[in-house]
């Protein structure tokens, strides 16, 4: 479904050019201040390029705001990949969970199901000036306790997954280059806290479900800092 304040329609080139945008297609939606969609002969939608306050929605949780996109769609018109440019900020909320970025650039690819199924984000990779925190509460060892991430990068890659019975993604794989940070803290409801910070060349690590970090690997001048909440480190 395609809505706009203002459309121009091109019959010949198969353009439309929108002013005020506002696009809904399978479980997922945006709008901009212009967008020019693209049909292919049988009347669907190939491809949207928007401009000017563009806002990226799905039924996963995952939001992204930027100046500039670019979305490719298969022949169902269900989005396969978003190329996203000019102040961009990620948002992605579960329950007892949220998580927000910010980048100069960024790819979205999405995954695409059969007739119902939704689309879900499978991969975004983020270039220039990277940042991501990521905060959780709630944990089955400690529920009334929170967990802190952040990660600073030149660019940052990261795998998604659908949760098991819910609608949201959870992050599986990230990979940092470009002198990565990552700091990590955590504040139990009863005792000291711990924080972790680790920088090298490049970061890889590997989550398990509820975004829990399974594994964190450096390679290339890595360093590692542990301090504990009554300033004790190693």
């Given at each position: 479904?395609?809505?706009?304040?203002?459309?121009?329609?091109?019959?010949?080139?198969?353009?439309?050019?929108?002013?005020?945008?506002?696009?809904?297609?399978?479980?997922?939606?945006?709008?901009?201040?212009?967008?020019?969609?693209?049909?292919?002969?049988?009347?669907?939608?190939?491809?949207?390029?928007?401009?000017?306050?563009?806002?990226?929605?799905?039924?996963?949780?995952?939001?992204?705001?930027?100046?500039?996109?670019?979305?490719?769609?298969?022949?169902?018109?269900?989005?396969?990949?978003?190329?996203?440019?000019?102040?961009?900020?990620?948002?992605?909320?579960?329950?007892?969970?949220?998580?927000?970025?910010?980048?100069?650039?960024?790819?979205?690819?999405?995954?695409?199901?059969?007739?119902?199924?939704?689309?879900?984000?499978?991969?975004?990779?983020?270039?220039?000036?990277?940042?991501?925190?990521?905060?959780?509460?709630?944990?089955?060892?400690?529920?009334?306790?929170?967990v802190?991430?952040?990660?600073?990068?030149?660019?940052?890659?990261?795998?998604?997954t659908?949760?098991?019975?819910?609608?949201?993604?959870?992050?599986?794989k990230?990979?940092a280059?470009?002198?990565?940070?990552?700091?990590?803290?955590?504040?139990?409801?009863?005792?000291?806290?711990?924080s972790?910070?680790?920088?090298?060349?490049?970061?890889?690590?590997?989550?398990?479900?509820?975004?829990?970090?399974?594994?964190?690997?450096?390679?290339?001048?890595?360093?590692?800092?542990?301090?504990?909440?009554?300033?004790?480190?190693?």
């Open positions: 479904t395609v809505e706009a304040g203002h459309a121009t329609i091109m019959r010949d080139s198969q353009q439309a050019l929108l002013v005020n945008a506002s696009l809904e297609y399978d479980t997922a939606s945006g709008r901009a201040d212009q967008a020019t969609v693209f049909f292919r002969k049988d009347g669907t939608a190939d491809k949207v390029d928007a401009q000017g306050h563009v806002q990226l929605h799905s039924d996963s949780g995952t939001e992204v705001d930027a100046q500039t996109s670019e979305i490719l769609f298969n022949p169902k018109s269900q989005p396969l990949e978003a190329t996203i440019w000019g102040g961009v900020q990620f948002t992605s909320s579960r329950p007892s969970q949220t998580m927000r970025g910010s980048s100069q650039q960024g790819t979205l690819l999405f995954a695409t199901g059969g007739p119902g199924s939704p689309t879900s984000l499978r991969h975004a990779e983020f270039r220039g000036g990277v940042r991501f925190d990521e905060q959780a509460t709630g944990r089955e060892s400690d529920a009334r306790g929170r802190e991430r952040q990660v600073e990068a030149r660019t940052l890659n990261v795998d998604f659908r949760e098991a019975g819910g609608h949201g993604v959870e992050a599986r990230a990979i280059d470009g002198s990565p940070v990552v700091t990590m803290k955590q504040m139990p409801a009863r005792g000291r806290g711990h972790m910070r680790i920088s090298g060349d490049h970061l890889v690590a590997t989550l398990a479900s509820g975004n829990q970090l399974r594994t964190l690997d450096g390679t290339g001048n890595t360093q590692v800092l542990d301090e504990s909440s009554d300033g004790a480190k190693d």
